[in-house]
């Protein structure tokens, strides 16, 4: 019998107007307006001095189109962002400057973040500490561009000084459409993105295959289903090395029966 793994602590609950239920298994987009207010501090030396200037993560995005960046962002420590010409050092919630790295990183890709869907597929705690991650894989221009990413929820109970915010993300409403088949056509389009996620990619692949049997897209179908289709596209591997394996135990039978006949003369 499998050891059954401890429950997930309840999913964050940031301090808003709206209760958050935590994720679900959908295409995500972010909400620009939210994103690009998230606050952060600029620390600029003025005069052998430290000045803190009140800024933005949207006004940091803008402020480094077509340049090259190269982050430096550890717990405890500033955020540091180097371009040809200057260095930005900054400071803020960690779950800010988290978003700040991720969009930087997708435009230094050639992926617009805010043009991409976002598909959650899991989530994680640490055992001691009140602190979840959730992952996302992500798909822009009919392709997955990021196999896995996560932003943490540092503490559950202390929004303002973490500044977790779920809110950044939503979900498209289709309710309102005046043609019938946009839901389903939508709905189609998510289960073929967590598909090919579950088979065509390594995370997809191992969260199929772990021991704790987390959650899936469609979970009772795909449990067997992606197994399946996993082991019909590596099929041709499995006939090649069950050709080499019948090779070998012919060649092991001759070398015994020579053994056995040298033996008994």
């Not at 190269?70 to 955020?79: I, K, N, Q, R, T």
């Not at 221009?141 to 109970?157: A, G, K, L, P, Q």
Request: aromatic share 14%; net charge neutral.
């Amino acid at each position: 019998m499998k050891n059954q793994p401890a429950p997930l602590p309840a999913p964050a609950r940031p301090r808003s107007e709206k209760e958050w239920d935590g994720f679900r298994f959908a295409a995500y987009s972010l909400v620009l307006e939210k994103v690009w207010n998230l606050p952060l501090t600029r620390k600029c030396p003025i005069d052998g001095k430290t000045q803190e200037i009140q800024t933005t993560v949207g006004e940091i995005y803008k402020s480094l189109a077509n340049r090259q960046t190269e982050v430096e962002s550890w717990a405890g420590c500033d955020m540091i962002i180097t371009t040809e010409t200057e260095k930005l050092v900054l400071d803020g919630m960690p779950f800010h400057r988290d978003v700040l790295q991720a969009l930087l990183g997708f435009r230094s890709e050639g992926v617009d973040p805010f043009a991409a869907d976002w598909f959650w597929y899991d989530r994680d705690s640490v055992r001691d500490t009140p602190q979840c991650s959730y992952n996302f894989f992500v798909v822009h221009h009919d392709r997955i561009v990021r196999e896995n990413i996560s932003f943490s929820d540092y503490d559950s109970y202390d929004y303002a000084r973490f500044g977790f915010d779920p809110f950044i993300f939503r979900i498209g409403d289709n309710s309102k459409s005046i043609w019938r088949n946009d839901t389903a056509w939508e709905d189609a389009r998510i289960r073929f993105w967590y598909r090919k996620f579950y088979t065509e990619t390594l995370r997809g692949r191992l969260m199929v295959l772990r021991d704790d049997e987390p959650a899936l897209h469609e979970n009772q179908y795909h449990r067997g289903a992606v197994t399946t289709d996993i082991l019909s596209r590596n099929f041709p591997i499995f006939l090649k090395l069950l050709s080499k394996t019948h090779v070998l135990l012919w060649v092991l039978t001759v070398l015994g029966v020579l053994i056995l006949i040298r033996l008994w003369r």
